[in-house]
C-alpha cells in the first residue's frame, strides 16, 4: 500500500491538462497550429468567467517577441484584423479566442512551432490575475471545434447563467 499514493500522484502529474485556471478566470482548450521560426503564430483557447466582470489585458510568451490580442470581422467580404487592448469577459460568461474571430497573434517566434509542441504563455487581466496557459501546437482545433461546449462561436462572447 505504501507505493498507492506516489503511483496515483505519478498519473496525475503525467496528464495533459486542457485548462489552466488562476481565480475566476479559466482558460480552456489552448492550442496554435504549427509555424515558422521568426514568423508568427496563432493562440486560440476559451476564457470562462466564474466570477465577476474582468478583461483580458495583454499576454506574453518567452517563445515570442510579442503577443498581441486581435479581433477579426467579415465587412463586404473582406476580412478585418483590428488590434484590441482589452478584451471584456463578463460575469459568469465566456469569450472564444477561435479561428475566423479573437485571437493571440504570437509575433516573432523565437523556435519553430511542430505538432506535438507547448507554447507556453502568461494571460494577464484586468484584475490583477495572472493565467498560465501551454498552447498545445496542433493541425486541427482540439475536439468540439475548440470551444468546451462543443461549438465553434467565431470568437464571439458567451454568458453562462448558472455557472
Known sequence: MKFALPAA????????????????????????RPAAAGGTAVGYLILVNHGGPDALVGAESPDAARVEMHASSM???VMKMTPETRTPIPAKGRVSFAPGGRHLMLIGLKRP??????????????????VKVDFAVQAQPPMGGGDSSGMDHMGGVHHMPGM
Open 9 to 32: 500522484a505519478a498519473l496525475l502529474l503525467a496528464a495533459a491538462p486542457l485548462a489552466a485556471r488562476a481565480a475566476d478566470i479559466e482558460a480552456v482548450k489552448p492550442w496554435s
Open 75 to 77: 465587412a463586404g467580404g
Open 113 to 130: 512551432l511542430k505538432v506535438g509542441d507547448k507554447v507556453p504563455a502568461t494571460l494577464k487581466f484586468a484584475s490583477g490575475a495572472s
